[in-house]
C-alpha cells in the first residue's frame, strides 16, 4: 500500500516544487482535501498526528503531555497524507485513515474528540532541543540514553541541567532488545500490561507509570520515570544498577519513558501491526510551538 500511494505521489508532484513552511503544506492540504492538485513536502517538514478532547484548548508545547521526548514523521509521511487527503476528500474518513496508518488501537473518529495535525520544522526543532531529531534505531538509542542533556522551558526560556544524565544497558540487554521480538523481550501475549507478562516486566512497568504520573515529583512526567530507572530500588527495597537490569526491564522503559509502543521494532520506521510505513523520528517534545515554527491545523470535526 504505502509504494502504491508513494509512487501515484511521486508521478503526481514530480513537476512541482515542493512547499517548505508548515503553513505552506497546510495550505496546500487543504486544497487537496477538496479536489485540488498535491504538492510534496520539503525535506525540513515534520509532522505529528493527535487527538484531543472536544472542548480542550491546544497545548502551548509540541506534545499534549509536555513530555521531554516525542515522536514525529518527516516529510515522507507528510507526502503519503497529502496523496491521502486528495483520494479521500472526506475529513472524517481521512482522520481515521491517518490513524489506521499510523497503528491506533481504536481508529474510529469519535465526534467528542478533535482531531489535530501539527507541521513544524526540522531545523527549528533541532535548534530548541539538546539534540537534533533522531530515528529510534536500537543502538543510536543505547548511545543517546548513555550520555544525553536534560532542558526545561520556563516560558519561553530554555534551562538546561548542568551534569549530563546516563541512562545504561548492558551488552545482554542490548542484544535482545534487539535481536528478541516484544513478545520474546517480555513474555508479554499479545500486549503490554496482560496476564503473560513476566514478573520483572510488569513490576518495573508499574513503578514507572507511577513516577511519571505523580506531579509532585520534579522533575515530573518522563523525566521522573527516567530519574526511577537510573536510581531503581525493588519491592524488596534492594537496590538494581542499571548494569543488572534485564531485557523485560529495559523494555518497559523504552514504553513509559520514551512512548516506544508494542508495535515499535527499533528499525527507524513507524509500524501499524500491517506493514513499516514512514521513518519516525524523537524530538523535544515540551518545546513549544513557537520555538519550532509549529502550525496546526484541526483535521476533524
Known sequence: MLALILLAFISSAASQNCVNTPAEWLSALDNALNGGGIQCAGADL????DTLGKNSDPPVALSKYNNFWAWASGSDSLDVYMQ????IGDRKQFASAIMKYVGFDNTEVDDQSKYILTVFSREEMGNSAPFKPFQPIWQDLFSYFYNFEVCFYHGQENLCDGQPWSVQFNMEVQGNLT?????QATDCNDSFGDSECSLKFSEM????LQARG???LHP???????QKYMNYVGSNGVA???SNMVDDQARAFFEVALGATWLFTGNGFSNNGQEDTGKEWIVR???PMSKIGGQRYQLYP
Do not use: C, H, K
Not at 515534520?46 to 498526528?49: A, G, N
Open 84 to 87: 491521502m487527503a486528495q483520494s
Open 220 to 226: 515530573s512526567g518522563v523525566l521522573a520515570a527516567t
Open 46 to 49: 515534520m509532522i505529528r498526528f
Open 214 to 216: 505523580d506531579s509532585s
Open 179 to 183: 535481536n528478541l521480538a516484544v513478545d
Open 240 to 242: 538494581i544498577p542499571m
Open 205 to 208: 512497568e508499574n513503578d514507572l
Open 285 to 287: 517534545g515540551d518545546s
